[in-house]
């Protein structure tokens, strides 16, 4: 990797001999970076992460805008190449699954991968000869709304349902029995002696009569 590194900083050096060169005593020269402008790298439909956003590595925006991304503001890229405002350092943008995007950075020369995380960031792979992870920083996108339906969903994997929230319910409560009321006690009857046939007659109130040693029917 060293090796490399060192090999791109001689050509880079040595090119400089026909370029637009500046340098103080002391410092590598640098020269502006080989990247297409905005205007040649024609944009295609819009995304959901369209918008500006700051490299978490070196504090740099970029705005993406139409499956490529320019340099908002200026910076240096291996000591040597310095990128402009303007300059394209994405390009080929694309929709790549859920939550995720594929493309091509610029300057290392590389595939350009990006994942959507915690926070609305960009988690970005590059693979290639100078491979790199780093940030995008949402700073100002677009279209918010639309950035936040693309990732609804994206902490809960497709094949893995949410577990439903179970609501509690009381337990069954036996019911009250309700009070029966009291037999209502017929009136006492007797037989009153003489009464026709000796039918039983009801009764007020059946009293012991001493004088007579009987009972007596009160009605």
């Known amino acids: 990797m060293q090796s490399s590194l060192n090999r791109i900083l001689l050509i880079l ?54 499956g ?13 190449l310095k990128i402009q405002p303007g300059m394209v350092v994405l390009k080929d943008i694309r929709p ?6 594929a493309g091509s950075d610029l300057p290392p020369m590389g595939a350009w991968n990006a994942t959507i995380g915690i926070g609305g960031t960009l988690d970005v792979q590059v693979t290639g000869m100078i491979p790199a992870r780093y940030q995008l920083l949402p700073m100002q996108l677009d279209n918010p709304a639309w950035f936040q339906e693309s990732t609804s969903g994206a902490t809960t994997p497709p094949d893995q349902p ?10 069954p409560v036996d019911p009250i029995s309700p009070v029966e009321p009291a037999p209502v006690m017929p009136p006492p009857t007797a037989v009153v002696p003489g009464a ?9 109130e059946v009293v012991y009569r001493e004088e007579t040693d009987d009972f007596a029917c009160v009605q």
């Open 68 to 80: 490529r991304a320019y340099a908002v503001d200026p910076w240096v890229h291996m000591f040597v």
């Open 162 to 171: 949410s577990t439903p929230r179970s609501i509690p319910v009381a337990a």
């Open 13 to 66: 050096t040595l090119m400089s001999g026909t370029t637009n060169v500046s340098a103080q005593p002391g410092q590598i020269p640098q020269i502006p970076a080989f990247l297409p402008m905005m205007t040649t790298v024609p944009a295609t439909e819009a995304q959901p992460i369209d918008g500006i956003w700051t490299i978490s590595s070196i504090g740099k925006r970029i705005r993406i805008e139409g």
């Open 96 to 101: 790549a699954g859920h939550g995720s995007y």
């Open 196 to 204: 026709p046939d000796a039918q039983p007659v009801s009764c007020r």
